[in-house]
Each structure stands twice: as C-alpha cells, then as structure tokens.
C-alpha cells in the first residue's frame, strides 16, 4: 500500500502564490507517475497536472498552464505544485494521487492511490 499526505494548502489573496506538497511512504519502491487533482465545491474532481517518474515529461490542464509547475523529488519520495498567479477559480481541495504505471493520464479512474487533500481559497 502506499499512504500519500498533502500539505501547504491555505488562503492567499488573488494573484498570490502557495506551493503544495504530497509526501509519499509505504509501497514506494516501482516506478510510477503522480498528479495533482483539484475538486471545487458543487463540481467533479478534475485534473491538474501529472509528472513521469523521472520528472521528464508533464502535463497541465490548460487552465493552469503558465502558472502552475509540478515536480518531484524522488529520493524525499515527495511531489510538488508550485501555483503562482492564484485566482479565485483556484479554490478547490488539491489532491495527490499516484498510479501504478508510468504513463501520463488526466483521468482520475487512472490514480490507484489518492491523499486526503489540503484546501486552497484564493479571496479576490
């Protein structure tokens, strides 16, 4: 099994920054790819960004690109989403989900393993 904690979530005023984390532990050993999911109050949890094993290949959901970066830090077992630029449409629980492959998906049914989300409130 493996056990995924986010962390960094919080309010920040409109074009603000925050940078998350989701530490990874348990099962951690294969190679695997991870994302960021975001899901607003009233709508269905959507894709954010995802990031191969080696950090090489991403990809964002069109209305992050340019604004939100993720990476990884593979020997501290952790991913991060730095988000700049905040936006009130920003405000969703951010969640962290790894897959058992290493291919890229934006589809949740994708993720095997998901955290338990941290809050982001962007105010305008």
């Known amino acids: 099994q493996v056990q995924l904690v986010e962390s960094g979530g919080g309010l920040v005023q409109a074009g603000g920054s925050l940078r998350l984390s989701c530490a990874a532990s348990?099962?951690?050993?294969?190679?695997?790819?991870m994302g960021w999911f975001r899901q607003a109050p009233g709508k269905e949890r959507g894709f954010v960004a995802a990031?191969?094993?080696?950090?090489?290949?991403?990809s964002y959901a069109d209305s992050v690109k340019g604004r939100f970066t993720i990476s990884r830090d593979n020997a501290k077992n952790t991913m991060y989403l730095q988000m700049n630029s905040l936006k009130p449409e920003d405000t969703a629980v951010y969640y962290c989900?790894?897959?058992?492959?290493?291919?890229?998906?934006?589809?949740?049914?994708?993720?095997?393993?998901w955290g338990q989300g941290t809050q982001v409130t962007v105010s305008s």
């Open positions: 990031i191969s094993w080696s950090g090489g290949r991403t």
């Open positions: 989900a790894q897959r058992g492959g290493t291919s890229l998906y934006t589809a949740s049914r994708e993720y095997a393993y």
């Open positions: 348990g099962r951690t050993g294969s190679v695997y790819a």
